[in-house]
């Protein structure tokens, strides 16, 4: 059963720290355009509600608030209104305490906080599970992470995980915009109708 639109209650979070390099230290990441942009855009796709970006760095918020700005309220948003509709949905913030306290804020209470990992943890949730309590309006906070992932700091504030992404071979690479749209998709997404079913078919 598809999601209905007036019941999602989903949120976005980019961790930008804590989060690990390849040798699983503890690093900030830089915020990137590329993950603005194309992350807000597959959220206004799928009926997101607010993509949260965190970074604890002043300038890091601050690029990202006048990048955001220049598309919603300057001249990027006058010349492209869908970029602007996209964007509209970022809120910049210091730190997951931040965007915990906003979404329990307007939801009304805490919402269930999910994550992903490139391995299976042992609190693995479906995504079925996960569609269907989307389905009845629970509230929702996705934490993605840069760099090499989250890191344990960050996933202490997790619930449950989402099951690893995988594809056919042994490359388990994704790009965290390629796996935000991969995983709206599962959670969001309306099914197609059958070719039969729809208008002129045969």
């Not at 700005?69 to 730190?95: F, M």
Request: net charge positive; glycine share 8%.
């Amino acid at each position: 059963m598809a999601a209905d639109r007036t019941t999602v209650r989903l949120d976005v979070a980019l961790i930008h720290y804590p989060v690990v390099n390849r040798s699983g230290e503890i690093i900030g990441s830089a915020v990137t355009n590329l993950d603005l942009h194309d992350i807000a855009r597959a959220g206004c796709t799928y009926g997101v509600d607010t993509y949260w970006v965190v970074t604890p760095f002043a300038r890091q918020r601050e690029l990202a608030e006048e990048i955001v700005r220049h598309w919603t309220e300057g001249y990027g948003g006058s010349v492209n209104p869908d970029r602007k509709q996209a964007l509209s949905l970022i809120r910049v913030c210091a730190d997951l305490d931040e965007v915990l306290a906003g979404t329990a804020r307007k939801w009304g209470r805490k919402p269930l906080v999910l994550a992903t990992c490139a391995r299976r943890q042992q609190n693995t949730l479906s995504y079925a599970a996960v569609r269907q309590q989307v389905h009845q309006g629970e509230p929702l906070l996705l934490l993605f992470g840069t760099a090499w992932g989250l890191a344990p700091a960050a996933l202490a504030a997790v619930a449950a995980t989402l099951p690893p992404l995988r594809g056919g071979g042994e490359f388990n690479h994704l790009s965290v915009r390629s796996a935000v749209a991969v995983i709206l998709d599962r959670l969001l997404a309306i099914p197609a109708e059958p070719a039969e079913s729809r208008p002129g078919s045969r």
